[in-house]
């Protein structure tokens, strides 16, 4: 099968001068490109076609042009035709990157009317200054037609396609005459609303307004370069899964039919908080949950010290997640920081040479987990939660100085309420694939788009980490997609709104879930409340107190529903004897034609994001164990710092193995090395061996199973199941 050029593995490189480019300028090009192909192990270069630095330098051009001004240290010098064929001999694609989100207020001085209006008339980038110096510009006003031409003119120098940084729809915007005039014929509202009023019913339709707004754009921009060269590449610099999309009109989806790639940023950055070790591998798998290759954006800079180079742990691991949750890669380095910390990014390349080693084998895969987990954009912008109970603090549960924090008083605000929701969602989405993670439950993500039979039907098991907002459509396929055998593992309020956030009748849909009745809400507590199994599951003893998680549901379950965990009764006080089991289930099990549904009333994922505590992890995958046909697609003696993806293609199948056992912080120093590592795979492939070192492992199968151990696992592995 001949396959385009982006739909191969690619490995994207990027040399970033800041503001100065005499590096470039005084190199040899030739040895320059072999530097890329050979060192940095690159297939695809990008050239800077716009600055992206201080004060907002996106209006100057690296290249020539009598349409727009140049950079003036450049002198006569064109950068993007000197490179282009040089690079081509080497045989290297190369992408034009152009900034589209950070103008000099100068700029914006001689262009009126361009920037990104708040509702009281002030631009953003007044108010926000970019990285402290500088504004944007609107996607719907005339700056778009100064856009499509700068993107015409850089496709003019021959480079194979643009990027685009941006632009960006930011919080709070826009409000500018364009914007409303389009608004007001694409939704008859004679208003645009506040910014986030719940209240005001044309919030919504301005939510989906900026969404398509910034599409609009992109299908005008993939245009614009396809006029000039048919197979141009285009995409821009987009975001993951988070409740914060509807600030910035973000959609995966929406965006993909007029991109080459999904990519977004999954930069390093030192925090106060805690930091999952797998942010690239679950970043990895929401960007190829499309039908577009995606890639992973990786820095190779320490936060945001971008003179101090990204140590070689970080560096390695993100290539390697990128890669094993079927993502390609890309990282940049910057001048003159690099010439001094070289030798970490070299010695993350190993990594990279490993892919660049494989391609062949990685060409083509696509996701072989059998269990899907849905993040639902149509959730993330609009679920809130119409019960208000939930907005009571649970407090941070610490006891210190002889007082317990345990929470504070009820608030009732809409915006509260969002708030509650956004966090409660956020942690769900991340806590599950983070808890499949450190459980060794391979998981495809899917959108909202994908939800149908014909993606279901590769699986033996579906996660609704609280995927509250769903389309009538989308319940009547996973309800027939259980009965023909499937399982659906469910939690809080999954599918209790309309796609929109609207409270609709699915009593239906509860009567699937095994609910009775919602009697109510539990308050939120973080202090001496659990939930009891009522039976002995997959190595958990009946009986035993297990953390309950921060907010819960009160149901009623129905009779044919099979109960096998209940909430103890609230305690409300810390150092307080157990007052007994409660009549409300925590978990049901329900038997729906040839398939079974097991709901959670507590977002568990939740407190599993927040808390890390194994028993919600060990729950989880005895319950999958238990009750899912098959039970785990992988059983393994390895720690949870060893990641699984499972990816399949005409090669076999591939068990993508990366290990985060490290120095118990972020950033990470070094990578500690694994051995004696025991694997059980649901397959019929016979054989397995180490793309690493191609050695095979001898192997013993047991019905369906094949087994086989890895004497050492270090950074990154790859194991070939074969025939």
Known sequence: MVRNWWDRPVRMFRRDYIFDFSPFLKSDLNKTARETRKLWKANCEWIMATPGCAPGTGYLTTFNSDKFEKLPVLGSRDLLREYVPVAKKHNLYVIAYINMHWYSYEFAEKNPGWEQLCEDGIPYGRKKPLYGNGTTFCVNGPWRNWAFEMIAEVMKTGVDGCFLDGPVVYPGVCYC?????????????????KFLDWTDPCWKKFAEFRSQSWADFMKDASETAKKIKKDAVMFLNGGGFSASNILVGYDAARM??????????????????????????????????????????????????HYVGLVEAEFSTAIAQATAGGSNTWFAIFYPAIEKTKKYAIGGLKTAALIEKNEKFIEGSVSAAETGVLISNKTLYYYISSHKGLCYGAGSGKEQGLIMDTGSKLIEDIKK??????????????????LCNFAHIPVRVLWDEYLNQETLKKLKLLILPNSACLSDSQIAVIMDYVRKGGALLCDFESGFYNEYGEIVDRNSWLDFLGIEQICGVLRPSRIEDYIVLTQNIAGIEKDILIPRPVNGLLIKAKKEAQIIAKYLNPLNYAYSQPKGVSEYPAIVISKKGRGKVIYFASPVFESFNMFHIDWHKELIHSVIKKFVPGGLQIETNAPGSLAIEMRKNEKGLLVHLVNVTADMKRPMDRIIPLYNIEMSVRTFFNKARSLSSGKSFKTKRKKDRLSFMLPQINDYEIVLLSE
Not at 272 to 288: A, K, Q, W
Request: hydrophobic share 25%; glycine share 4%; proline share 4%.
């Open 177 to 193: 005459r364009h914007c409303q005039e389009k608004f007001k014929r694409m939704t008859g509202c004679q208003h645009l609303p």
């Open 256 to 305: 993909e039919n007029y991109q080459t790639f999904t990519g977004a940023e999954d930069f390093f950055h030192c925090s106060e908080y805690y930091i999952s070790p797998y942010t690239t591998l679950n970043l990895s798998r929401f960007l190829s949950a499309g039908k577009n290759p995606s890639v992973v954006f990786t820095h190779h800079t320490l936060s945001t010290w």
């Open 417 to 434: 309420q969002r708030e509650v929701s956004e966090k409660i969602l956020n942690n769900e989405n991340h806590g599950c694939l983070d």
